[in-house]
Structures are given as C-alpha cells and as structure tokens.
C-alpha cells in the first residue's frame, strides 16, 4: 500500500517508519528543510530509542523514502496521514489547527483515485468533517474518504508502543475507508492487538478523553504527596496501595513536579475549550489544568526552602532538563518554570541531560551546561533531580556529597530512598514522603 504522511515530527517519523516496517512504501513529507535534508544523510532529527535502525532498515530496503516535495508523495497514494502540530493557539488555549488546514488543502489539489486522508494528529472533535469540508470545496470531483486514527505512541518507548499496542482506534463510517484502515494496520490485528472501530468524532474525542484521564491521576497522586507531607503519611506506598486494585492500576502514580511534555499541556486545555465551546465544561479537567500548572510554578519555590529560603548567590546543580527520560522533547517541561524561576532568586544554573541539551539551550538559553551529571553538581549548593533518567539514578553518592558545596539533595522524582541520603549525610527533600 503507499501511504504519505505529512509531517515528520515525532509521530510522523516513528509511524511512517513503523508502516513501512510492516511492508507498506512510506513517503515521509516535511517543510522544513534541514529535517530532510538530515533523514537524507541517514541522520536522526530526534531522540528517540531504537529509530535509528528502524529508518536505517527501511530506507535500505526501499520502503522509506523523505523528501520536502508534498505532491510526489500524495498523487498515487492510497492513504495519506496528516501527522503536523496541533500546538496551543496563542491566546486562546484553542487547539491551532492552521497546520491541519494548511496540508488538507495541499493533499485537496493532489489526491488522484480513491484517497483515504487520516488525521493522525490530535485534533479536536469535528476536525475531521472541516478537513472533508476544505477537501470537498476544492476538489469537488475527488474521491476520498476522512478519517481519525488517533496516535497513543509515548515519546521514549515510541516503536514499542506503535508496535504494541494497547489498541488502535479508527474513526470512520466510510466502508472504503474501514477496509483501507483494516489493511493498513493488518500486522497488528493478526498479533490480535484491538483495533477499535467508531465513528470519526468518537475517535477524535477518544485521544483526548485518554489524555485528560491520565493528566488527572498524574495530579491526583501529586495532590495526595502534598497531603502526605501535611499527615506524615508516604506516598510510594499510599501509590502501591491504591494501584494494587485492578480498577485503579498502577500506572500514572509517579508523584513528581508535574506534567508536562508535547501533550498533556496542550491536549487537557483544548479540551477544556472544546467543552466550554458546546456549553458542557469539564470541571475536573479545568481543576486538573489549573492545580498542575500551579504545581509546576511551586517547584522553585521548594528548593529555595531546601537552600535555606535564599537562592541568591547560590549555585543550583539541575539534572534531567526534558519531560520525561528517553526523549530530547523539551516542550513544556517543568524545567522551563523551575530554572527561569530560580535563576529570577539570583540562582546559577549547572545543568546536565543526556540527551537534551541542544533542545534545551534552544529554550533556556546560556546556562552552563556540563557534560555529565558530576561536572553539573560540582560546586553546587544544592542538586535538583528534575528527570528521572537512569543515568541520574545510580550516581556515585559519596562522589555526589564530596562534590557539593552544601549536601543539599532535592529529588522532586523519589529516584532516591530518604534513608539511604541520611546515610550518606545528605539534607533530602523528596516528594510526598512524610513519614521520613
Ligand atoms: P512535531 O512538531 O514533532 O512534528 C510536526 C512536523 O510537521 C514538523 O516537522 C513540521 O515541520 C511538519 N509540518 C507542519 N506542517 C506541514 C506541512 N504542511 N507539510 C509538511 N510538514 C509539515 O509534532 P509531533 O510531536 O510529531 O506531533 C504531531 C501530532 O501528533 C500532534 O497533533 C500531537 O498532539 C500528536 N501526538 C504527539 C505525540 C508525541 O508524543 N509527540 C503522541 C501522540 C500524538
């Protein structure tokens, strides 16, 4: 089957190269130039595991192919994805959806035959009978068919997790289309994975009902960490204790300094706006948008409290930058609050990610970076452990104690155990942990 997808972001690269994976000849279009011109090279524009030698595979083998010329990858396709941004509109916290627009009408005046266009990007409710809409008027001879497959991929464990899946969901009333779909996704439903068929706009609000559900455990197990500080109570096992009930289930129970990421943020205020657009607000979705954000914004203040109530002067070691380990996604991260925030208390950053930092520097500008995590906590007064990255979870912490200035460790990921810091002589402020 040929497929194009447009857009060669995160999702675009890892889908298109995944399709291509099952057999299928993947067209991967992007506009911006030095992203194609670097997959040419055979060079990776993201982090992401084991992406490498999936492209590295797949080019080899003639099934995937990158180029900046829209028109060459749709005429003759038989399914073409629409995988660009969907980002927060500036000002309204609507979904932007000019990028979705724009490629509808640039596969509109392309699209040759029987052409099944997937929104694969996160797109609110309705978008996809705009983008037939848009379709229609400019081509009212073509015969094509939209439809909403939602993509449920987690940055780090992205080919996994497109490999793997929990489900698939795929959004059409169209017989066509469905056969299409089925077709396309046939590796997965002869491994049994589920694909779930609904209509369009279920399949739509299904990727954000998904998103909203986990930002709101994610703020539930942090408001309850605030809690356990207040009672003395541990969250750990407050987490362990309720993730043990099968209708709860443990995942999404990490206390930390918030979400963030390329998703969540985005994802839980657009719904937010798509329900009070139809008159039904989603409350708890407001409550979770306006507790994580505020959390978020606290976090500086937290280490200022472990640094004696004054930042001024200090030198704060930050490891981990991204939002999460595995990636090289900055969008969003808390580090983006904690570190303007303490550098405003007239803080000196020394941060270390192992694989961030040139996303990093794009966004938080000339901070001193180090080259690892023992070059960033030199001369510290204090460490931050902002990422749980495997690197920052085995250090060497009698390197670490020896290392700083002042043996102030605040761990907002619990990578450590409180009486394992107290051994090594550390004043440890984690999350949630009253007990210690
Ligand atoms: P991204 O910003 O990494 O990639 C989008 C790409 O689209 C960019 O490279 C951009 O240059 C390109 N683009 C924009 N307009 C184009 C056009 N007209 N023609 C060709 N290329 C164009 O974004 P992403 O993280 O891959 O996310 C894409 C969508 O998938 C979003 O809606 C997002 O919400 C959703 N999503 C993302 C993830 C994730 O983990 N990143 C997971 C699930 C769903």
Known sequence: MRVAMIGTGYVGLVSGACFADFGHEVTCVDKDAGKIERLGQGEIPIFEPGLDDLVERNVRAGRL?????????IRGADVVFIAVGTPTRRGDGHADLSYVYAAAEEIADLIEGFTV????????????????????????????????NPEFLREGAAIEDFKRPDRVVIGTDDARARAVMGELYRPLSL??????????????????????FLAMKITFINEMADLCEKVGADVQQVARGIGLDKR??????????????????????????????HDSPVRLIETTVAVNDARKKSMAGRVIEALGGSAAGKTVAVLGLTFKPNTDDMRD????????????AGASIQAHDPEGMNEARKVLGDLD????????????????????????????????????????????RNVYRPEEMARHGFDYFSIGRGEA
Request: proline residues 7%.
């Open 369 to 412: 970076y180090r080259d690892d995590p023992y070059g960033a906590i030199a001369g510290a007064d204090c460490v931050v452990i902002l990422t749980e990255w495997d690197q920052f979870r085995a250090l060497d912490l009698s390197r670490v104690r020896l290392l700083l200035n002042r043996p102030v460790v605040v761990d907002l």
């Open 248 to 277: 709860i289930g443990a995942k999404f129970l990490h206390p930390g300094p918030g979400y963030g990421g390329s998703c969540f943020p985005k994802d839980t205020l657009a719904l937010v706006r798509t329900a009070q657009k």
């Open 65 to 73: 192919s990158f180029t900046l010329d829209g028109a060459s990858a």
């Open 117 to 148: 266009v997937v929104t694969k990007s996160t797109v609110p409710v309705g978008t996809g009978d705009e983008v037939e809409a848009i379709i229609r008027q400019r081509r009212p001879d073509a015969e094509f068919a939209v439809v909403s």
């Open 191 to 212: 491994n049994e994975f589920p694909v779930v068929y609904t209509s369009r706009r279920t399949s739509e609000l299904i990727k954000y009902a998904g998103n909203a």
């Open 333 to 344: 991260s808390p580090s983006l609050d904690l570190v303007p925030m303490l550098q405003a």
